[in-house]
C-alpha cells in the first residue's frame, strides 16, 4: 500500500509541476492530442501503463 501511495504523490508532483511552469505548453499538447484519431491515443495510453507498471516493478526489484 506504501508503494502505491509513493507512485500516487510521485505522479501529483509531476503533474502538478508540468501545469504550474508550462501552462501554455500543456494546452498545445493537449490540441495536438486532440488531432490524433483514437487509435493513437488508445496505444499511447497503453505503453504508458506498460511502462509505469514496468518502472514500478524495477523500483520493487531494487528495494524501493
Do not use: K, N, T
Amino acid at each position: 500500500m506504501g508503494l502505491i501511495l509513493l507512485a500516487f504523490g510521485l505522479v501529483l508532483i509531476v503533474e502538478g509541476l508540468a501545469y504550474a511552469l508550462a501552462p501554455s505548453l500543456i494546452e498545445r499538447m493537449l490540441e495536438a492530442l486532440r488531432s490524433l484519431p483514437d487509435h493513437a491515443r488508445r496505444l499511447a495510453g497503453l505503453l504508458s501503463v506498460v511502462s509505469g507498471f514496468i518502472l514500478l516493478w524495477g523500483a520493487y526489484q531494487v528495494g524501493f
